[in-house]
């Protein structure tokens, strides 16, 4: 597949398509289409999806955003919880001290 130039003879970039239709499939289109959509250069890069990936592509790009999500969830348990650790043993080595000083 060539890579013609647009009708308004600016070098169309590749853009990757989420419609319903077109799930990760990537597409040249004229960057004038979304400032004035003047120019309507549009040109598949990929094949067409098959029935099967048109499925299974956005149930998986699906997962995937909510797993990195999780992952934002769990980095930000994980600093508190490091935080909790770090002042506990902070206040245990406070104890330990003073008890020695007692004792001693
Ligand atoms: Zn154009």
Do not use: H
Not at 35 to 63: A, S, T
């Amino acid at each position: 597949m060539g890579l013609t130039r647009c009708y308004s003879s600016e070098k169309p970039v590749l853009v990757v398509s989420w419609t319903p239709e077109n799930p990760g499939r990537r597409f040249y289109g004229c960057t004038n289409y979304w400032v004035r959509r003047k120019c309507k250069y549009f040109q598949w890069r990929d094949d067409e999806i098959c029935e099967r990936g048109k499925v299974l592509i956005p149930e998986q790009r699906q997962q995937i955003l909510t797993l990195e999500a999780d992952i934002v969830g769990y980095r930000k348990r994980e600093k508190r919880l490091l935080i909790c650790l770090g002042l506990s043993l902070v206040i245990s080595g406070m104890l330990l001290c003073l008890m020695l000083l007692l004792v001693g």
